[in-house]
């Protein structure tokens, strides 16, 4: 069966501090990198743009979609669905504080309901060759935006 498997990760340089993304889409015979950097920024939020970046970069439709994140932020976000809860609470967390990188959360929530992606959690700077492509490609985001 056709599916389109999206791996992401983010890395910071400090947290705060420079941060940069990165994506590998796989699509049948296909290999699409994507990445990105941002002079100050969080890891959470790195972790977060990625996965946007990366269900953003689908152009085929009525696919099954699998994200891979080795971020328990994001995967754990929508698999113990606390994005749900969140939206609920009307962006409260469970400390009745307002919710950490919102924006990035409405992105995803846009996108979750236009692909319906799985999300599998995966550990990082292990043996997956995609999701360590994805650090690779992230922290080199950062190397060639400071020089």
């Not at 992401?8 to 705060?16: L, Q």
């Not at 994200?67 to 749900?84: C, E, G, H, K, P």
């Not at 469970?94 to 924006?103: E, I, M």
Request: proline share 3%.
């Amino acid at each position: 069966m056709d599916e389109i498997a999206v791996y992401t990760d983010g890395a910071c340089s400090g947290n705060p501090g420079p941060g940069g993304w990165g994506v590998v889409l796989l699509y049948r015979d296909q290999k699409k990198e994507r990445s990105g950097f941002v002079r100050d920024t969080t890891n959470n939020r790195m972790e977060l743009t990625a996965v946007v970046e990366g269900l953003s970069a689908i152009k085929t439709k009525n696919v099954p979609v699998t994200v891979y994140t080795d971020s328990r932020y994001v995967s754990d976000a929508i698999n113990q669905n606390w994005l749900t809860n969140w939206v609920k609470r009307k962006w409260r967390n469970s400390a009745k504080q307002p919710v950490a990188n919102r924006d990035l959360w409405e992105k995803l929530l846009e996108l979750n309901q236009k692909y319906q992606p799985t999300y599998v959690w995966v550990k990082g700077h292990a043996d997956n060759i995609y999701n360590n492509r994805c650090d690779e490609i992230a922290v080199k985001a950062i190397k060639d935006n400071l020089g």
